[in-house]
């Protein structure tokens, strides 16, 4: 079984950076890529990034060049690093394990509770 954990949401102004983290613990062995997505209210939930157990990382147009990813395997935690942030990146952000199959992620019913993270104009 897999569990995650995120933080580091808050509250921040357009333009400012905020820095998400996803602690995981246990593990399944189909499981090989983590990701982020996230919700706002009213709107379906939104894929943002993945990023593979060697490092390869994925992004969302809407997020490319503004957000990084990344993981440090000897915490079992990867971070979104989120830069020139937009009021429309307002929503809450989940953790994901799943996997990748033939260059597409898929995810498994592996999810965080989610960390609000808030931007104002």
């Known amino acids: 079984q897999v569990q995650l954990v995120e933080s580091g949401g808050g509250l921040v102004q357009a333009g400012g950076s905020l820095r998400l983290s996803c602690a995981a613990s246990g593990s399944i062995s189909r499981v090989n890529a983590m990701a982020w997505y996230r919700q706002a209210p009213g709107k379906q939930r939104e894929y943002v990034a993945t990023?593979?157990?060697?490092?390869?990382?994925n992004y969302a147009g809407s997020v490319k060049g503004r957000f990084t990813l990344s993981r440090d395997n000897a915490k079992n935690t990867v971070y979104l690093q989120m830069n020139s942030l937009k009021p429309e990146d307002t929503a809450v952000y989940y953790c994901n394990a799943g996997f990748i199959r033939a260059g597409m992620y898929y995810t498994m019913d592996y999810w965080g509770k989610g960390t609000l993270v808030t931007v104002s104009s």
């Open positions: 990023i593979t157990s060697d490092g390869t990382t």
